[in-house]
């Protein structure tokens, strides 16, 4: 039993950086947004690739004419954190003014209403605290310490979320 167990873990450590990506599709100018509940001052780095489908080719293809809107907005404040366009291919930064939803949205741009491309979006995201010590100590550990080390930091994380639900629902209250 405790070997399964050990062999489990062992998966899940040389697994999890691969198991963070999602993706989905859109239909011509569909706009897609995820709700983040953050804490404050929380980084959020945020990586996507957007594919179009080619009726000619029968494959997603990768367009150098695609643009991607990103969008970010602090809700129900309705601040606008971030608005911009990039290519195809992009990352974006942004870190959380105030504790709360975060409404992340991204959409292919279009000049046309009626524009029936299909799009797929490859995205993900890390969370990291910047109060942190700032030390990037992951070059001189081994492969298996920096794992453990991405597993602590993931555990930080969410232990920061949950004071941060607390904090909000004892505010409600």
């Not at 970010?72 to 606008?80: L, Y």
């Amino acid at each position: 039993m405790i070997q399964r167990v050990g062999l489990l873990l062992c998966l899940l450590v040389i697994c999890a950086p691969w198991a963070n990506a999602l993706y989905f599709y859109l239909e011509g100018s569909e706009k897609k947004c995820f709700l983040e509940e953050l804490p404050k001052e929380t980084m959020v780095t945020g990586t996507y690739t957007a594919e179009q489908w080619s009726d000619t080719q029968h494959r997603w293809i990768t367009s150098p004419d695609l643009k991607i809107d990103f969008s970010v907005e602090e809700i129900p404040q309705g601040n606008i954190v971030v608005s911009r366009q990039g290519g195809a291919k992009g990352r974006f930064t942004f870190t959380s003014a105030e504790s709360g939803d975060h409404s992340i949205c991204l959409s292919p741009a279009s000049a046309s209403w009626f524009d029936s491309t299909r799009t797929k979006i490859t995205f993900d995201m890390d969370f990291d605290d910047p109060a942190g010590d700032g030390h990037d100590h992951t070059e001189t550990l081994s492969d298996l310490a920096k794992k453990v080390h991405e597993l602590n930091e993931r555990v930080q994380d969410i232990r920061r979320e949950q004071l941060s639900q607390r904090v909000s629902s004892a505010a409600r209250f």
